[in-house]
């Protein structure tokens, strides 16, 4: 056997923390990424669901799309993006990742945009119509501002749950820190507690670096005198 | 037809589903006119204010405000010189009590930032809330969200004024505070619909009552004449419940 003299497993992952850092780093560009799909593909689907032409040849394919994507296991949605579009177009592991888990959070992101939507007081649309601002302008001016208000704790929990989430896209093959940590298992033999602790830690610290973030944007939302 | 009235309700009609709310009613206003409409629940009264801005569109029949006819195509504009007043406020939940005042003079009527906020004031002055510019609505009474409701509207500086129910939602107490503000406006040369079972500001501030009943105007008439002598049997009916129990 040929272990490597004089590294015991600290040294190892002191030497090999770069790698970590950098799967890290793939793992953040992935979640923005398809946060960033899910958000803008979400806020759209969201608009027509409640705002766009009541036909069913516009709903119904969007609550197709909504029910298909809650519906089914990403790590088969991942597989089918990877390997499915790859017959057609030669898209990489990364690009596939992005694709399947943005066009699912939009699905996620659309269901708590329009409860957010609906939770604003049909009166408060009424009065800035009545007012004289154009549909656009109510929603924009009005509608939005409140929503976001309501959106913005679910949308955490969007954000948490994807952040997890990301380590799948090792299965299609993506080098992202669950990845990594696994290479340096294999280069070690073992340790697997001590190298999976460390990962832990830090999807924790990431998770909760972003839930201080949205909690802070949470309270500068907050109206004084307004239950929710 | 007259030339100089602000608003002119021409033979509107109005059903949902079947139901005939509105079975054509006209009527018309003067500038700094106050007219009261009242009528037992289910009359129309909300469905007749709402048609003259096309929160409901009219079935049937023309609405002029200063001569020009309220259409669809043109309709954001003229509902901007149409202040609307509702019963439960519908203030903007997000904003401050001074840019809830402000924002449709800026984003609506695109008035400079520093002018709308001037004229802000001066709408919460008037209403006897310029000390509370910078509160939320949550943070405030009824009657005080009312008022702001009522600034609000003026800020625009509409042709006509459309309050329904205005009283309504609010604990007996907090009437009166948004009742001397409506008589105010009224003595100011406001020019105002007012939808409301408050006879006392009808008698002090109306120039005409509107009587209506079952989807059409009964009678109409100055206060006094319809509180003292009506000529219909229902009028007279309708008044003397309100007169005991409003
Ligand atoms: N959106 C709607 N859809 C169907 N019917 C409606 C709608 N709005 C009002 N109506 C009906 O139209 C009739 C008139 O209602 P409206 O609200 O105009 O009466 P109102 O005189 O304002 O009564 P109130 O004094 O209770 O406010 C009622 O029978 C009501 O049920
Ligand atoms: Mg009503």
């Known amino acids: ?228 | 037809m007259t030339d100089d009235l602000v608003l002119d309700v021409r033979d509107v009609k109005k059903s949902y589903e079947g139901l005939e709310v509105l079975k054509g009613i006209g009527f018309g206003l003067r500038r700094g006119e106050t007219k009261v409409l009242v009528g037992p629940s289910g009359s129309g009264k909300s469905t007749l204010l709402r048609c003259i801005n096309h929160l409901t569109p009219p079935d049937e029949g023309r609405i002029f405000l200063s001569g020009e006819e309220v259409l669809e195509k043109n309709i954001d504009a003229m509902r901007a010189r149409i202040g609307f007043v509702f019963q439960d406020f519908n203030l903007f939940s997000h904003l401050t009590v001074l840019d809830n005042v402000r924002i449709c003079q800026v984003k609506v009527k695109g008035v400079a930032a520093d002018v709308a906020t001037e004229r802000a004031q001066q709408e919460l002055e008037r209403v006897g809330l310029g000390d509370k510019a910078s509160a939320y609505p949550a943070e405030l009474s009824g009657g005080q969200q009312q008022r702001v409701s009522i600034a609000r509207a003026l800020a625009m500086d509409p042709d006509v004024l459309l309050f329904d129910e205005p009283t309504s939602a609010l604990d007996p107490e907090l009437t009166g505070e948004v009742v001397r503000v409506m008589q105010k406006l009224a003595s100011d040369g406001m020019t105002m619909v007012v939808v409301t079972h408050e006879m006392s500001f009808a008698r002090q501030a109306a120039d005409e009552l509107i009587f209506m009943e079952n989807g059409y105007i009964i009678e109409q008439g100055p206060p006094q004449q319809l509180f003292s002598s009506a000529a219909n049997d229902r009028t007279r009916a309708f008044l003397n419940v309100i007169a005991e129990h409003g």
């Open chain 1, 1 to 228: 056997m040929c272990r490597e003299p004089d590294l015991d497993i600290y040294d190892v992952l002191l030497r090999d923390f770069p790698f970590l850092l950098k799967g890290l780093g793939v793992a953040v560009v992935l979640l923005v990424a398809l946060l960033l799909i899910g958000f803008v593909l979400g806020m759209a689907i969201c608009l027509l669901q409640l705002y766009g032409p009541r036909t069913l040849l516009v709903q119904w394919p969007l609550k197709v799309y909504e029910r298909v994507f809650r519906g089914v296991p990403i790590i088969i949605m991942l597989f089918i993006f990877y390997y499915g579009v790859s017959g057609i177009y030669d898209i990489s592991a990364f690009a596939a990742a992005v694709l399947a888990m943005g066009l699912r959070s939009a699905a996620y992101q659309s269901q708590i945009f329009r409860s957010a939507f609906q939770s604003v007081p049909a009166g408060q649309m009424m009065a800035a119509r009545a007012m004289g601002m154009s549909k656009i302008k109510a929603i924009r001016h009005i509608v939005f501002p409140q929503s976001a208000r309501h959106a913005i704790g679910p949308w955490t929990n969007e954000f948490s749950s994807e952040i997890k989430e990301t380590s799948l896209a090792y299965v299609i093959g993506v080098v992202e820190l669950t990845r990594q940590a696994h290479y340096i298992i294999t280069s070690t033999q073992g340790n697997v507690l001590m190298v999976f602790a460390v990962v832990a830690l830090l999807y924790f610290v990431l998770n909760r670096a972003g839930n201080s973030l949205l909690y802070a944007f949470e309270r500068k939302l907050a109206v004084p005198g307004f239950e929710k």
